[in-house]
């Protein structure tokens, strides 16, 4: 997916955090019909629905199955998006069929404002090669996930720590090139682009590969424009 074309969207920001975004749906627990709109989707097993906390933030990425579950428990105070999946359960005695519709963005009720508090969000080399676009920070050149690494600007024997603002993408090659040095004490070697990092909500886009059309819009109308990751495919 290519994020860069959400770009011209950002003018049209979802409302900011804490509200319920315009064209919501207050969540309904559990209908029963025996037929469902043509306009309504048959779910995805695989699809991913967006939880948000109780102000607004991005939360989780939640299962179909945990979706599901929050919804017939009482767990979703509210849902947005244009898409509706349909979850179809079991029959009752009078011949109906007992039908979950879930939106791609929910509010998960009661979830409070504790993962986006955080200081330092989850490192992994998986959303490190991502913000970076898989491109080796020194020659530039783009490769696969098997022959990337991550090197820390500030070598960890040099007292440099493990953390975003300190790591980048590197080819193998431009890896033991570098060693155990600083860019400017290797011969031949300089960054390319500055490591940084993320925010919340880059990171919620970083850590799915299948992102739906109404959770981009919502995600990425909060990113920074110095943000790599309008260029990820």
């Not at 029963?32 to 097993?45: D, F, G, L």
């Not at 504790?114 to 783009?142: I, Q, S």
Request: hydrophobic letters at 40%; proline letters at 5%.
């Amino acid at each position: 997916m290519l994020v860069a074309s959400w770009r011209a969207r950002r003018l049209a920001k979802p409302e900011t955090a804490g509200s319920i975004p315009a064209g919501h749906t207050r969540f309904n627990r559990v209908r029963i019909n025996t037929n469902a709109s043509q306009r309504r989707e048959k779910v995805k097993t695989m699809v991913q629905i967006l939880g948000l906390d109780v102000a607004g933030n991005p939360a989780q990425w939640l299962s179909a199955e945990q979706a599901v579950t929050k919804a017939v428990t009482g767990g979703i105070a509210w849902q947005w998006g244009d898409r509706i999946f349909v979850f179809r359960g079991g029959w009752n005695r009078r011949g109906e069929r007992s039908i979950v519709e879930l939106r791609p963005i929910v509010a998960l009720a009661g979830r409070k404002s504790d993962v986006w508090m955080r200081e330092e969000l989850p490192l992994t080399n998986a959303l490190l090669f991502r913000r970076d676009r898989y491109t080796c920070a020194y020659c530039g050149g783009r490769f696969s996930p098997r022959d990337l690494s991550r090197d820390h600007v500030i070598p960890r024997v040099q007292g440099g720590k493990d953390v975003w603002t300190n790591v980048v993408t590197a080819c193998r090659a431009c890896n033991q090139r570098k060693g155990g040095r600083r860019p400017e004490q290797a011969r031949g070697l300089s960054l390319l682009f500055v490591p940084y990092a993320p925010c919340l909500w880059e990171h919620f886009i970083l850590s799915s590969r299948e992102i739906l059309a109404d959770q981009m819009d919502f995600l990425v109308a909060r990113v920074p424009e110095y943000s790599r990751v309008f260029g990820l495919a």
